[in-house]
Structure formats: structure tokens, C-alpha cells
């Protein structure tokens, strides 16, 4: 997930969606603003209320949710979303591109096979 706005901690359902696929064993990697990762700030009360709310899930958080803090110069160039889900099994593989409105991921496209097989070199080695 390429986001320049963290949202995941403020919206109940994006929450459950991260649970539910932690639980069947997913990843995730996280690029977000660096202050993000800072005690109190949205990625880290992402995370504190994941483990808060699902006690069951502490020892995986570490594990399978990484948070990947870009500097303002890097998050310029972030106009818009990138969600590449299943990033390591070709056959199940599937991006999404999402537009923003007022700062809030509001619509997702899917992209073509190809696009997406061309965005997976880029994914930190952390997922490969």
C-alpha cells in the first residue's frame, strides 16, 4: 500500500478487511509519511488499536505489518494510491490504483496484468 495519507486507523471497515487477512496470513507494507510511524501519530495508532482490539494478533502484527516512513521530497511524487494485492504469487496477483478526493482514498481501479507484473520489481525486499 502507497499511501500519502494514512487512513487505515480511523476506518473501522479497513481495519477488520487487515484482520481478517492478517489472520489468513497476508503482509502488509505500508509507505507512508515518516512522521506517521511516530508514537501517537495514525500509523501507530493503526497499529496500537489493532493490538488493542484483537489481543489474538500481537505476536503477528510485527510480523506481517511493516510501516515504511518517505521523507516530504518522496511523498511528492504520491498523487495517488497503489495497492498490490498477493505481491509474491503471479497467479493471484492484482493491483489497484486509487484516486483521492479531499485528501480521502474515495474510488480504486484495477490495473491490467501487465501493469501490475511491472510495479512488483519495486517492492521492498522485506516482501520478496
Not at 478526493?101 to 474510488?107: A, I
Request: charged content about 25%.
Amino acid at each position: 500500500m502507497v499511501s500519502p495519507q494514512f487512513q487505515d486507523d480511523r476506518n473501522a471497515v479497513l481495519r477488520e478487511a487487515v484482520v481478517h487477512n492478517i489472520g489468513r496470513g497476508a503482509r502488509y507494507c505500508y509507505f507512508v509519511p515518516k512522521l506517521d510511524l511516530e508514537d501517537g501519530r495514525p500509523f501507530w495508532l493503526f497499529l496500537h488499536r489493532l493490538a488493542q482490539d484483537h489481543t489474538t494478533l500481537r505476536n503477528r502484527l510485527q510480523k506481517q505489518i511493516h510501516g515504511i516512513g518517505l521523507e516530504e521530497a518522496e511523498l511528492r511524487w504520491l498523487l495517488i494510491d497503489l495497492i498490490i494485492a498477493n505481491p509474491l504469487d503471479p497467479a493471484t496477483r492484482a493491483g489497484f490504483i486509487g484516486l483521492r478526493n479531499d485528501r480521502t482514498m474515495k474510488f480504486a481501479s484495477g490495473m491490467s496484468s501487465l501493469d501490475v507484473e511491472g510495479s512488483c520489481p519495486f517492492l521492498p525486499s522485506t516482501l520478496r
